[in-house]
């Protein structure tokens, strides 16, 4: 097997369990997604902020 190919499959493995079997997701108090200038959004799921990181991925929570 490519050994490319390794890492693939765990990490598709990893989000299949985590997106269907694993209920901790739903508890999680941030959550991230890509967005399509391939930054990283975050969000804290338990106050409903969400902020952009920065290209280094430099993440902060912003102050109140």
Same mark, same amino acid.
């Given at each position: 097997m490519d050994p490319i190919l390794i890492p $693939?499959?765990?990490a598709t493995i990893m989000m299949t369990?985590?997106?269907t079997v694993a209920d901790f997701?739903?508890?999680a108090k941030y959550s991230f997604v890509i967005d $399509?200038?391939?930054t990283v959004?975050?969000?804290n799921s338990q106050?409903?902020?969400m902020w952009r990181?920065?290209?280094d991925l430099k993440c902060e929570?912003?102050?109140e």
């Open positions: $693939t499959w765990i369990y985590s997106s997701r739903q508890n $399509t200038d391939h959004v975050v969000m106050t409903g902020k990181c920065e290209k929570e912003p102050k």
